[in-house]
């Protein structure tokens, strides 16, 4: 990663949400860069253009949020692929706040430092695609990192999701039984979040509209299962 990117690594602030972090008051600092791309991705710009916020231009606008927020959401782009995150997130949790991530999981081993120093509260694991899916999905070539990193988020108890962006034209109910069979084998304890794809204009793949009809009525019950925005 470059110079330019590691000292401005933040493309935005969303100062405001209710929504990101359960049972939070939340601001979201969206990082830069990812190393996988998603068609359906709704965040294109963040995925492909530079940063534009310091670390430092962040934790200011953060002080001035404490007592009014109670949490920071670190999402993107990918956060974990930053090497500073840990000096980072104690700088927010010297401020007060609860830190959630966002991540795709592909940095076990950055998760797993980050959750025994106690430097997070909670994480939204994205898990993408079945393994036979996932490098189609992704672009990403390797699916082990991010199995390592939900069979340690599930031995370790921490408080996390599994979620899963469901666009029925990538993925068919084979797909996210499949998924729910996985996490059910693994002894995932939380509930399965399922995120229907909403269109957009701009994604990262130009990806059109749903057009396969998703039923359902044909998800394997083995787990409590949400849905969002169906
Ligand atoms: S949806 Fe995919 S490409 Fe977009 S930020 Fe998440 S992991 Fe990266």
């Known amino acids: 990663m470059s110079a330019t990117a590691i000292n401005k690594p933040i493309y935005s602030i969303t100062p405001f949400t ?110 993408k695609a079945p393994q036979e899916k996932f490098t189609t999905i992704t672009a990403h070539k390797n699916f082990e990192p991010f199995s390592e990193t939900l069979n340690y988020l599930i031995h370790s108890r921490f408080p996390f999701e599994a979620r899963t962006t469901l666009h029925s034209d990538f993925l068919t109910t084979n797909d996210i039984n499949t998924i729910i069979d996985d996490l059910s084998r693994r002894h995932y304890p939380h509930t399965y979040y399922l995120q229907n794809y909403l269109h957009v204009e701009e994604t990262l793949g130009a990806t059109k509209m749903q057009q396969n009809k998703f039923d359902l009525s044909l998800l394997t019950q083995t787990l409590p299962i949400e849905l969002r925005n169906f």
């Not at 007592?67 to 104690?90: A, I, M, N």
Request: aromatic share 10%.
């Open 18 to 127: 209710t929504l990101d972090y359960p049972k939070h008051l939340a601001s979201i600092l969206w990082f830069a860069k990812c190393n996988m791309a998603c068609p359906y991705c709704y965040n294109p710009r963040i995925v492909r253009e530079k940063g534009s916020i310091s670390t430092e231009e962040a934790l200011t606008f953060l002080s001035t949020r404490k007592g009014r927020l109670d949490g920071v959401v670190l999402s993107g782009g990918e956060c974990t692929l930053y090497p500073f995150l840990e000096d980072f997130c104690t700088h927010i949790k010297a401020l007060g706040f609860s830190i959630k991530i966002d991540t795709n999981g592909s940095q076990p081993s950055v998760i797993q430092s980050l959750v025994e120093q106690k430097l997070i509260d909670y994480i939204a694991l994205d898990y």
